[in-house]
């Protein structure tokens, strides 16, 4: 058996670890069950979490029928990198990762469809399809581990959401198991649901909170043939936001539209200024025509067209940083992209000394700091700052998420804020898709 000996486990689990640990030993195998501790699968502040690796989906149902019968709270998770975003969790015994699951199940490259299981990662699928000229458009940040099922669960993107849009967009079939360990499929063939939801789209973005999402069948697109990245730079950002509006305005189509305030990243630009960086992918012709457009645009900024090695060095940086460690802090906040210089200038003024990166032609902003960021303010300014904000932001329309913080900000708001006449709707598909709450208690909105 296991060493349980390292350290004392968190008092809420300290009764039902050893239980859970042996008895999913007992039933699936010491192969199949770990004991992990650190940063890997963090969730929140906890040092002990038992996670449970099934192979198939009939083994992932088998220990969701276990966890039901034991009454086990369970997260479901892909390659763990997310776990501690969203609201603290409640009482959970047992992570199930879908980490070995990564089988391509069904790959039609004339159809332009694709079914994988939800432990594959997007990184490895779009390898193998390139080859065939073809890939899944999305590009959600973080690194080359991000799982499949993980970017549908948590409904991530990137920069190509620009021109591509979302996992709802391309996903077209799923196949999930729910609390009690049960099978069903949505999507792909099944032209309608007996239970009148579109359960694919229903699934994407519920952080696992309705069923653990096993497999995911999803459309391609073909490659684009040529690929530029074009760049802005100033000593303020008010220059590049009348440009993005321009450009919003115009005929272009970027494929990434990012605006960054002064960062570490490595671009050929002084530390202090702000830059927009443009990616363009299309035929060639269409690409040297959105590029001189752009310019024509721009009114003087200062610019550069990027190489292309330049350009792939920046945009894997870009992805990898977005989630790294030395981000205590990291939130999402939301408005129409017509206010983004009103959005910048509000998150300057009550925010100040963070790092900020805007999905620019869609009014999502990213705000990342590190450890030391406010500290000279007591814990409940701290909080007050972000409350405040927020308030603003809703006052507009707008929103603001809390997707890493200390426990002491996560005690003390909801990471999610207000979801308005729709929280009542969410809370109803909660207590019909797994009325006993076992699946991510309290994560998401509304402490579902």
Known sequence: MMNMQTTEAAPYLASSLDHVLNRMCEVFGEDSVQLRTGDHFRIVDEDYRIVAFPGTIEELSEMLKLAASERWRVIPAGAGTWLDMGNRPMEFHLVLSTERMKRVLEYEPADLTATLQAGCTLTAFNQLASGNGQFIP????????????????????????????????????????????????????????????????????????????????????????????????????????????????????????????????????????????????????????????ALQMADGLQATVMSAEDAKSFWRLYHESETAERWIYSLRLSGLPSGLNQLISDLTRLLPKAHWRAHATNGVLRVHAEAGWLDELKGLERCRKVADLRKLLESRGGQLVILRAKDEVKTQLDVWGDVGSTASLMAALKGKFDPQRQLNPGRFVVGI
């Open 138 to 293: 999305l590009d959600p940040f973080g690194d080359a581990n991000s799982t499949i099922g993980g970017i549908v669960s948590s409904a991530s993107s990137g920069p190509l959401r620009c021109a591509y849009g979302t996992p709802r967009d391309w996903l077209i079939g799923i196949r999930v198991v729910d609390a009690a360990g049960e099978i069903s499929s949505a999507g792909g063939k099944v032209v309608k649901n007996v239970a009148g939801y579109d359960l694919c789209k229903l699934y994407t973005g519920s952080f696992g909170t309705l069923a653990v999402i096993a497999e995911t069948s999803f459309k391609l697109r073909a490659l684009p043939p040529d690929e530029r990245t074009l760049l802005f730079y100033g000593d303020e950002p008010d220059g590049l936001s009348t440009l993005v509006a321009r450009i919003i305005d115009s005929e272009l189509q970027p494929s990434s539209c990012e605006m960054l305030s002064p960062s570490d990243l490595k671009l050929p630009i002084e530390p202090s200024q702000y830059a927009l960086v443009l990616r363009f992918l299309n035929e060639t012709e269409a690409v040297e025509w959105q590029i001189t457009s």
